[in-house]
């Protein structure tokens, strides 16, 4: 557990106790939803997808999670965002309640889990943006989107001929 990390989860509302007790003992710990950011719920495929465009423009990102247990991806936006975002399928915002988040040594890179399952595929603390623009993350899913559904057309084309 790091300092920072701590930092993030208390700033936005967790209790600095409740955080080291569950990340100590592997499990996600709960943080309140909509002080410092929202949250968009995206597929695990559109969210992978967008992660990597985002990726190679250079994209700062903020915190980003994988959630196995709904095959979604999670990233962590400016409070407010969901105002200005257009109705995209595979998406979902939730602006308060609860997320629940791993350790932030709980990565996919280093394959770890938390004891839910969730992980970190961007984790906070001094090497993550404070949250991922708003914008950028929805030219990027926007463009998974119509990427899926090209190849969704190719497919059927191929394997019905007469369409």
Do not use: K, Y
Request: net charge positive; with cysteine; hydrophobic share 45%.
């Amino acid at each position: 557990m790091t300092p920072a990390a701590l930092s993030w989860a208390v700033a936005a509302g967790a209790p600095a106790e409740n955080v080291r007790i569950d990340w100590q003992a592997g499990r996600a710990t709960e943080i309140p939803i909509g002080s410092l950011w929202h949250v968009l719920r995206v597929t695990g495929t559109t969210g992978r997808d967008a992660l990597a465009r985002l990726q190679e423009r250079g994209e700062p990102l903020g915190p980003v999670l994988e959630v196995p247990l709904r095959f979604a991806v999670e990233f962590l936006v400016p409070r407010c965002a969901a105002a200005s975002w257009p109705s995209l399928v595979g998406t979902r915002w939730v602006e308060h309640g609860i997320i629940r988040c791993p350790g932030p040594e709980r990565t996919r890179s280093a394959g770890q889990r938390a004891v839910c399952g969730r992980r970190w595929i961007v984790p906070p603390g001094p090497a993550a943006a404070a949250a991922t623009d708003a914008d950028a993350l929805c030219e990027a899913v926007a463009a998974a989107v119509v990427h899926q559904a090209e190849r969704w057309i190719c497919t059927v084309r191929s394997s019905h001929p007469l369409v």
